[in-house]
């Protein structure tokens, strides 16, 4: 078996726009008769992702039907689990937005793209098709480094909006998701409650509230991914839940289940396989 994980920081002139390039391969043997499926709970992001061999099968939930994804898609902001059902051979290179970057790449209101995905190729047709026809006959995953990031240049040379003080407040929201006061957040993006409540819910997809409870959820997991032997209790009281009750109800409603039980979802991803696990 193989595998890749790389995470790294885009080109400095980039970062405005751009959090994190993920690369991730895995490549299993034909004797594994059953390929290991990634349960992905929801995170503050929006994405880029691209498929340069075998493609992703998505599912709603745990238990829904599996939707092919494209050769590069589209990600929304997700408040729901979904799973990540892998090919033999697989790799996805995935750009992780900043804060409203996304809508002000495209325009396209974000909250159009709220847990769901698209095809990429049907928002930025032939220009993102030769990028997908060029990471296909790369020798080596570091060559597909230069190829999306000269193709996130063209997009930001034609970026359909500006950024906004809201943006840095969902970046604010990202590093320090704990409980924070509608009306001051609305002041330092120099807003109205009301503009900024539309405002956000345009850029992101989803209301203040629900963002930094998502980004908070998704420290948790990777709090509790990194520190196996901590409890969930003290995973809770560390990240400013009230108690551990409010990380379940978190836990359920994004997950459909408990932080025990999603744990043994997560067990069967294709990094554990590896010996990794996210952090």
Same mark, same amino acid.
């Given at each position: 078996?193989?595998?890749?994980?790389?995470? @790294?920081?885009? &080109?400095?002139?980039?970062?405005?726009?751009?959090r994190?390039?993920?690369?991730?391969?895995?490549?299993? =043997?034909?004797? +594994?008769?059953?390929?290991?499926?990634?349960?992905?709970?929801?995170?503050?992001?929006?994405?880029?992702? *691209?498929? =340069?061999?075998?493609?992703?099968?998505?599912?709603?939930?745990?238990?829904?039907?599996?939707?092919? &994804?494209?050769?590069?898609?589209?990600?929304?902001?997700?408040?729901?689990?979904?799973?990540?059902?892998?090919?033999?051979?697989? +790799?996805? !290179?995935?750009?992780?937005?900043?804060?409203?970057?996304? *809508?002000?790449?495209?325009?396209?209101?974000?909250?159009?793209?709220?847990?769901?995905?698209?095809?990429?190729?049907?928002? !930025?047709?032939?220009?993102?098709?030769?990028?997908?026809?060029?990471? &296909?006959?790369?020798?080596?995953?570091?060559e +597909?480094?230069?190829?999306?990031? #000269?193709?996130? *240049?063209?997009?930001?040379?034609?970026? %359909?909006?500006?950024?906004?003080?809201? #943006?840095?407040?969902?970046?604010?929201?990202?590093?320090?998701?704990?409980?924070?006061?509608?009306?001051?957040?609305?002041?330092?993006?120099?807003?109205?409650? %009301?503009?900024?409540?539309?405002? !956000?819910?345009?850029?992101?997809?989803?209301?203040? /509230?629900?963002y930094?409870?998502?980004? %908070? *959820?998704?420290?948790?997991?990777?709090?509790?991914?990194?520190?196996?032997? /901590?409890?969930?209790?003290?995973?809770?009281?560390?990240?400013?839940?009230?108690?551990?009750?409010?990380?379940? %109800?978190?836990?359920?409603?994004?997950?459909?289940?408990?932080?025990?039980? !999603?744990?043994?979802?997560?067990?069967?991803?294709?990094?554990?396989?590896?010996? @990794?696990?996210?952090?």
């Open positions: 078996m193989v595998a890749i994980f790389d995470y @790294r920081l885009p &080109s400095p002139p980039l970062r405005e726009y751009v994190l390039l993920q690369i991730v391969g895995c490549e299993f =043997p034909a004797t +594994m008769p059953v390929l290991p499926v990634k349960a992905y709970w929801p995170r503050a992001e929006n994405c880029l992702s *691209f498929f =340069p061999k075998d493609p992703e099968k998505v599912a709603y939930g745990l238990d829904g039907n599996p939707i092919e &994804s494209a050769r590069s898609r589209l990600y929304g902001q997700h408040t729901v689990v979904t799973n990540r059902h892998v090919g033999r051979d697989f +790799m996805v !290179f995935q750009v992780q937005f900043q804060p409203g970057a996304l *809508f002000r790449l495209t325009g396209i209101p974000a909250h159009e793209l709220t847990n769901t995905f698209v095809d990429a190729e049907a928002v !930025f047709s032939g220009e993102i098709r030769l990028v997908n026809e060029r990471l &296909s006959y790369t020798r080596h995953y570091t +597909m480094v230069a190829i999306v990031e #000269d193709f996130l *240049f063209y997009l930001i040379g034609r970026a %359909r909006k500006q950024l906004r003080p809201i #943006d840095r407040v969902g970046q604010f929201l990202l590093q320090h998701p704990g409980t924070v006061r509608l009306d001051w957040l609305a002041d330092q993006a120099c807003l109205s409650q %009301r503009q900024f409540y539309r405002q !956000f819910l345009e850029r992101e997809g989803i209301s203040p /509230k629900v930094a409870r998502i980004a %908070r *959820f998704e420290q948790a997991m990777k709090l509790k991914n990194a520190q196996p032997a /901590k409890d969930w209790l003290s995973v809770a009281l560390e990240l400013g839940y009230y108690d551990y009750q409010h990380l379940v %109800r978190d836990f359920k409603e994004f997950t459909y289940l408990t932080p025990n039980e !999603f744990l043994q979802q997560d067990a069967h991803a294709p990094e554990r396989t590896f010996g @990794r696990a996210e952090t």
